[in-house]
């Protein structure tokens, strides 16, 4: 017995031992990524700063220059730099892409498609008329939206206001506007996918269940608002923003949501995998960045499928669907 209690209390030390020697090299490594990570985002930042700065006065005498331009006429500043610039850089970017959808050139683009076999070419008349959709949306829905953005954000400040944002506040807007917008989002789609609200508004937009970059915006006009508008104008409104920094929000949200929509996997972009599953299977993948997907669950299936395996940055040539295939259908 008395071996016994030697032996259980040697043991017991080992563990004890053990386990705390665990927890300090577990706090050593934390630690030292935590530090890594500070010293890194500082050195980041300092640099992206310094250069912001350099440019900086560049910028403020660009800005100030359009100022004494629109002098009285503010409002046409704002105008164009929340529809006009976003718009652009949408309908620029998109007609790439349409290119490829319409005729399947270049290879060097078609080969990443994520759906292989759909679309290709893209059907003719379901496309014209979801452009038609698209633009109805961009100049007849989000117009009066704007619109009264401006007095709401003349509450907070003058977005027109003649000093530009530093770069380290544009960082902080941007970080605020993409948490607001994934809350948003996520629970004003999800709720759009509530059997009496998807049969009457989003089921237009899962029309195409392999999706392309234009489509993005090819929504029920309740939809465009709740879904789209919404949630990228209230980040804008909380920050009390400056023009330069909506209008750099606004392009950036466009070009985002084409990239998710595109239907290809391309290198050195960020993954559409994610939310080209959820126009696949409509049940899973609600969210933009997938943590409230994480946080509710809704991404579990998407989590045991090929697609979330290839959902990485693609930093080589090699297509996805070729270095992580599909598993070999079964046959009967």
């Given at each position: 017995?008395?071996?016994l209690s030697?032996?259980?209390?040697?043991?017991?030390?080992?563990?004890?031992?053990?386990?705390?020697?665990?927890?300090?090299?577990?706090?050593?490594?934390?630690?030292?990524?935590?530090?890594?990570?500070?010293?890194?985002?500082?050195s980041?930042?300092?640099?992206?700063?310094?250069f912001?700065?350099?440019?900086g006065?560049?910028?403020?005498?660009?800005?100030?220059?359009?100022?004494?331009?629109?002098?009285?006429?503010?409002?046409?500043?704002?105008?164009?730099?929340?529809?006009?610039?976003?718009?652009?850089?949408?309908w620029?970017?998109?007609?790439?892409?349409?290119?490829?959808?319409?005729?399947?050139?270049?290879?060097?683009?078609?080969?990443?498609?994520?759906?292989?076999g759909?679309n290709?070419?893209?059907?003719?008349?379901?496309?014209?008329?979801?452009?038609?959709?698209?633009?109805f949306?961009?100049?007849?829905?989000?117009?009066?939206?704007?619109?009264l953005?401006?007095?709401?954000?003349?509450?907070?400040?003058?977005p027109?206001?003649?000093?530009?944002?530093?770069f380290?506040?544009?960082?902080?807007?941007?970080?605020?506007?993409?948490?607001?917008?994934?809350v948003?989002?996520?629970?004003?789609?999800r709720?759009?996918?509530?059997?009496?609200?998807?049969?009457?508004?989003?089921?237009?937009?899962?029309?195409?269940?392999?999706?392309?970059?234009?489509?993005?915006l090819?929504?029920?006009?309740?939809?465009?608002?709740?879904?789209n508008?919404?949630?990228?104008?209230?980040?804008?409104?909380?920050?009390?923003?400056?023009l330069?920094?909506?209008?750099?929000?606004?392009?950036?949200?466009?070009?985002?949501?084409t990239?998710?929509?595109?239907?290809?996997?391309?290198?050195?972009?960020?993954?559409?995998?994610?939310?080209?599953?959820h126009?696949l299977?409509?049940?899973?993948?609600?969210?933009?960045?997938?943590?409230?997907?994480?946080?509710?669950?809704?991404?579990t299936v998407?989590?045991?499928?090929?697609?979330?395996?290839r959902?990485?940055?693609?930093?080589?040539f090699?297509?996805?669907?070729?270095?992580?295939?599909?598993?070999?259908?079964?046959?009967?």
């Amino acid at each position: 017995m008395v071996m016994l209690s030697g032996e259980n209390a040697r043991t017991r030390l080992w563990l004890e031992g053990h386990t705390w020697g665990s927890m300090r090299r577990t706090a050593f490594i934390l630690g030292s990524g935590l530090l890594l990570l500070v010293a890194f985002w500082n050195s980041a930042t300092w640099h992206l700063q310094r250069f912001w700065g350099a440019s900086g006065y560049f910028w403020q005498a660009q800005w100030e220059r359009l100022l004494s331009t629109f002098e009285g006429k503010e409002w046409t500043l704002y105008i164009i730099g929340v529809t006009q610039v976003p718009n652009l850089l949408f309908w620029s970017f998109n007609g790439l892409l349409l290119a490829v959808d319409t005729t399947g050139k270049p290879h060097f683009i078609s080969r990443y498609r994520i759906q292989v076999g759909k679309n290709e070419p893209v059907d003719a008349e379901k496309l014209r008329q979801s452009i038609r959709t698209v633009l109805f949306n961009q100049w007849v829905i989000s117009p009066p939206m704007l619109v009264l953005l401006y007095p709401i954000l003349k509450l907070w400040g003058d977005p027109c206001r003649r000093e530009l944002p530093t770069f380290r506040w544009f960082l902080l807007e941007l970080a605020v506007f993409t948490l607001i917008e994934e809350v948003l989002f996520y629970y004003s789609h999800r709720l759009l996918h509530h059997p009496t609200f998807y049969r009457k508004i989003h089921k237009k937009h899962h029309e195409w269940t392999a999706p392309i970059g234009v489509i993005s915006l090819y929504a029920h006009p309740i939809e465009h608002v709740v879904s789209n508008m919404l949630p990228v104008m209230v980040g804008p409104i909380v920050m009390g923003s400056h023009l330069s920094s909506i209008t750099m929000w606004f392009s950036l949200a466009l070009i985002i949501t084409t990239i998710s929509h595109c239907g290809y996997h391309l290198p050195f972009l960020p993954s559409p995998e994610f939310h080209d599953y959820h126009h696949l299977k409509f049940n899973q993948c609600y969210g933009v960045l997938g943590v409230l997907d994480h946080l509710h669950g809704t991404d579990t299936v998407f989590k045991q499928t090929k697609a979330y395996e290839r959902h990485i940055l693609l930093l080589g040539f090699t297509p996805l669907s070729e270095s992580i295939p599909d598993a070999p259908k079964k046959t009967e």
